[in-house]
């Protein structure tokens, strides 16, 4: 399974943006997928998981309630819907994918599969 991303890019704070992870791959449906995020001069972040079937997902506390985890099977996507953005909320965005579903794995980072990021700018 490969991975891009696409839908970063400048919004105002209190503003909406959509990130599309596409995966190519016959196995796609069988990974859980999720999001990352990196900072300047920081860590690289869990976002949010959603499971193989989009039955579960879960997210970090900084962003419940204003982020939404989806994934569209049928086409091979998984999106991030990210809603009253906050200054920050600006980093490069990673989607990542992993046959792991475990909150633990995810929460941690432990994931095989990573895609290039995109940048998500909030300015205030």
């Known amino acids: 399974v490969q991975l891009q991303a696409s839908g970063g890019g400048l919004v105002q704070a209190g503003g909406s943006l959509r990130l599309s992870c596409a995966a190519s791959?016959?196995?796609?449906?069988?990974?859980?997928m999720g999001w990352f995020r990196q900072a300047p001069g920081k860590e690289r972040d869990f976002v949010a998981a959603i499971t193989w079937n989009g039955g579960d997902t879960f997210a970090a506390d900084s962003v419940k309630g204003r982020f939404t985890i989806s994934r569209d099977n049928t086409k091979n996507t998984v999106y991030l819907q990210m809603n009253g953005l906050k200054p920050e909320d600006t980093a490069v965005y990673f989607c990542?994918?992993?046959?792991?579903?475990?909150?633990?794995?995810?929460?941690?980072?432990?994931?095989?599969?990573w895609g290039p990021g995109t940048q998500v700018t909030v300015s205030s």
């Open positions: 791959g016959r196995a796609f449906n069988y990974y859980a």
């Open positions: 990542a994918a992993d046959k792991r579903h475990d909150t633990l794995s995810w929460r941690r980072g432990m994931v095989g599969l």
